[in-house]
T-cell receptor
Framework: GAVVSQHPSWVICKSGTSVKIECRSL??????MFWYRQFPKQSLMLMAT?????????EQGVEKDKFLINHASLTLSTLTVTSAHPEDSSFYIC????????????FGPGTRLTVL | RKEVEQDPGPFNVPEGATVAFNCTYS??????FFWYRQDCRKEPKLLMS???SGNEDGRFTAQLNRASQYISLLIRDSKLSDSATYLC???????????FGTGTRLKVLA
């Protein structure tokens, strides 16, 4: 149980285009999903916390107008990187919290974004 | 000072060796602690939660020292398949947000 999927697994796009990444909890309902970014040889950095039916909470330094997050249902959250630039190239990983009173998060397989 | 600190390594150990990693955290209000394992270009996978009394899962033992604000992971009888980056995760009370350490790279050599 507790499977989280992400789509696409990798994407290459031109500078200035927008890219949408989907995160789905396959066998459970996730009231909270998280979006992380990981640059090479660095650890995961939390970008935002996404709660179903409400606006996402962004971490300091993360532009909410550039990284649009939508959490329309209990099993789906999307991250849209708008007007992507080469410096946005990274490994984007989502996670989902299994239940209300637990800290454990389960991670999706990640999406590798390369902006040319 | 970083919120969660780990020695990045790499730790190169022979098969069968015992290896230990430490992770220190700065926020005394931290409530939950985990060890995750991340293989190259993959997502982190939960290795084990860390409880105050310490816990063991096969060859892996995790300890928490709240007074000194560190957690540890001990791997006994290392296998080649243990080669990975081990990420320490700390959760601050009331937030549910994960704070990751930079990770410690382990390479088990044949």
């Amino acid at each position: 149980g507790a499977v989280v999927s992400q789509h696409p697994s990798w994407v290459i796009c031109k500078s200035g285009t927008s890219v949408k990444i989907e995160c789905r909890s396959l066998d459970f309902q996730a009231t909270t999903m998280f979006w992380y970014r990981q640059f090479p040889k660095q650890s995961l950095m939390l970008m935002a916390t996404s709660n179903e039916g409400s606006k996402a909470t962004y971490e300091q330094g993360v532009e909410k107008d550039k990284f649009l997050i939508n959490h329309a249902s209990l099993t789906l959250s999307t991250l849209t990187v708008t007007s992507a630039h080469p410096e946005d190239s990274s490994f984007y990983i989502c996670s989902a919290r299994l239940a209300v009173r637990t800290d454990t998060q389960y991670f999706g397989p990640g999406t590798r974004l390369t902006v040319l | 000072r970083k919120e969660v600190e780990q020695d990045p390594g790499p730790f190169n150990v022979p098969e069968g060796a015992t290896v230990a990693f430490n992770c220190t955290y700065s926020n005394s209000a931290s409530q939950s602690f985990f060890w995750y394992r991340q293989d190259c270009r993959k997502e982190p996978k939960l290795l084990m939660s860390v409880y105050s009394s310490g816990n063991e899962d096969g060859r892996f033992t995790a300890q928490l020292n709240r007074a000194s604000q560190y957690i540890s992971l001990l791997i006994r009888d290392s296998k080649l398949s243990d080669s990975a980056t081990y990420l320490c995760v700390v959760v601050t009370s009331g937030t549910y947000k994960y704070i990751f350490g930079t990770g410690t790279r382990l390479k088990v050599l044949a």
